[in-house]
């Protein structure tokens, strides 16, 4: 591993030197995610195997190359699973790819997001440099933590090479429950519910049916049956994966106009914007399908509380995530010139400018 490590070194010197942008790419199936990739590719498949793993401490430490379904193997083996399901989009995906992104799956709300289970990271930085941040426990920082900083950064600021993540056991019961409500009064109740001591992990609503995940103690799930009601969905697995993995037939329409990635307060009312939706996360995340303007779809969310996204397909041209105001893009771009003072990380990827 250490001739892998200095032939990545060598690579970004070199890059660095001449000015030319590196595109850090694993198992490309989300380079589509984000502005369009440029530069010469950094592979990080090489580098991968798992460093250390104690079930009994629930904490996994791995390379930034391995693959995320191997690390999912071998954490069902001993019943436990990374809670935050991050979606992979295709059988390459990588850990560091798992990281750089920082998507979640239809648990995020109820457990948290990636970055809440970011414990430590390893990163080569644009001067060639090693650096490590955070540990393998929960509680190793004072000050501001860099490993969670990685979390969506989209491989701007450096090269993850290993990453340490705190995992949980697997739930000993789960079902799903259907039931067929409207948009609005789906909102309505999965705010509701929210309120309430139920073992949710996970919601979606879609043309006019509402699925609810209960996972926990057996106990629990068959009390939270006993006193919602609803209808308990056959293969609730597969359903949930497809979700995950956005395999479902909603997933598979224009990509003309693009898909929107909506993020809102929960109790957020239906949007005023014509197309095709779905909602998850308790009624925070919307996917959009729309042939409203950019301008109108972000300004429905900013008005809402939220921001939007262009998620997948759509014109690049327009800017993917929602533009910063000046004073956190000036934060944005300190944080870039101390990791990567020749700017050749994956620039324009998450900004154009940046």
Wanted: aromatic share 8%.
């Amino acid at each position: 591993m250490t001739t892998i490590l200095q032939s990545f070194r060598e690579q970004i010197l070199h890059a660095a030197e001449q000015g030319n942008a590196v595109q850090i790419r694993g198992g490309g199936t989300k380079t589509w995610y984000g502005q369009q990739p440029e530069g010469e590719v950094l592979d990080t498949r090489a580098y991968s195997g798992i460093l250390a793993y104690e079930p009994t401490e629930l904490v996994l430490t791995a390379r930034c190359g391995t693959p995320l379904s191997d690390i999912e193997t071998l954490l069902a083996e001993q019943n436990q699973m990374l809670a935050f399901e991050p979606p992979h989009f295709g059988a390459e995906a990588t850990l560091g790819g798992m990281l750089s992104s920082g998507l979640s799956g239809p648990r995020r709300p109820y457990v948290g997001a990636v970055r809440d289970f970011v414990l430590g990271a390893t990163l080569m930085d644009g001067k060639g440099q090693v650096l490590e941040f955070g540990g393998q426990v929960m509680k190793n920082v004072a000050g501001y933590d860099v490993s969670r900083l990685l979390a969506g950064a989209m491989g701007s600021l450096g090269l993850i090479l290993n990453i340490s993540v705190k995992v949980l056991p697997r739930p000993f019961a789960e079902t799903t429950l259907v039931f067929a409500l409207s948009e609005a009064d789906a909102i309505k109740k999965m705010n509701q519910w929210a309120g309430q001591a139920l073992p949710i992990s996970g919601s979606s609503w879609h043309v006019g049916r509402l699925m609810l995940r209960l996972s926990g103690a057996e106990a629990a799930v068959r009390s939270a049956k006993q006193v919602l009601g609803g209808e308990e969905m056959n293969d609730a697995g597969t359903y949930w994966h497809s979700l995950r993995e956005q395999t479902q037939d909603f997933f598979s329409q224009d990509e003309e106009h693009g898909l929107w990635r909506l993020s809102v307060p929960a109790t957020t009312s239906a949007l005023p914007l014509t197309g095709k939706s779905l909602i998850e996360w308790g009624g925070a995340q919307r996917w959009l399908f729309s042939d409203e303007t950019p301008a109108t779809i972000r300004a429905a969310a900013v008005a809402a509380g939220g921001h939007a996204t262009l998620f997948r397909g759509g014109d690049k041209n327009t800017d993917v995530f929602t533009p910063l105001s000046t004073p956190l893009l000036n934060i944005h771009q300190r944080l870039k010139d101390a990791f990567d003072p020749a700017g050749i990380f994956n620039p324009g990827r998450l900004y154009k400018d940046f």
